[in-house]
């Protein structure tokens, strides 16, 4: 029998953060468009405190809050969060899925680097809401918070 390599279901080594699927726009050279850096995952917890004490703007369908992390970096950092009033597992893996794909298409053209963005689900309308109302949420919010003013 043939030598085979390991399992496709295989778990990747422990630390690795790379993510299933990249978030962000293709790094490929076009000569039309601008190359984009992919956005960064939150995964810390500490992250999502300081983003929590930033700058919010809740809409319809979701809660979207913004800090400027002032670290030189000029990463777009991004989290996801459903808590169980959204529903049971099904429906928030539903949302954040739903959520991701959301800043996979807006943030890069309207976020700001330096910048970390926590994208809260909310129950009965994160999932449910038309997609282009969704991404119309997050551009709405985004540059509500980026607005010069108190």
Not at 90 to 113: C, H, M, Q, S
Request: hydrophobic fraction near 40%.
């Amino acid at each position: 029998m043939a030598e085979r390599g390991p399992h496709p279901s295989a778990k990747a080594a422990s630390g690795s953060t790379r993510a299933a699927f990249p978030l962000g726009l293709p790094t490929t050279p076009d000569p039309e468009r601008p190359l984009v850096t992919p956005l960064e995952i939150l995964r810390k917890r500490a992250d999502f405190l300081a983003a929590a004490r930033a700058r919010r703007m809740p809409v319809t369908s979701m809660l979207v809050q913004a800090r400027f992390r002032d670290d030189g970096s000029p990463a777009i950092r991004v989290g996801f969060t459903c808590s169980k009033k959204v529903g049971n597992a099904v429906a928030r893996n539903r949302a954040k899925r739903r959520l991701r794909e959301v800043a996979r298409l807006v943030l890069p053209g309207l976020g700001r680097p330096g910048w970390d963005y926590v994208l809260i689900g909310r129950a009965g309308a994160t999932a449910e809401r038309d997609f282009l109302l969704m991404q119309g949420d997050v551009t709405f919010a985004l540059r509500k918070l980026h607005k010069p003013g108190p």
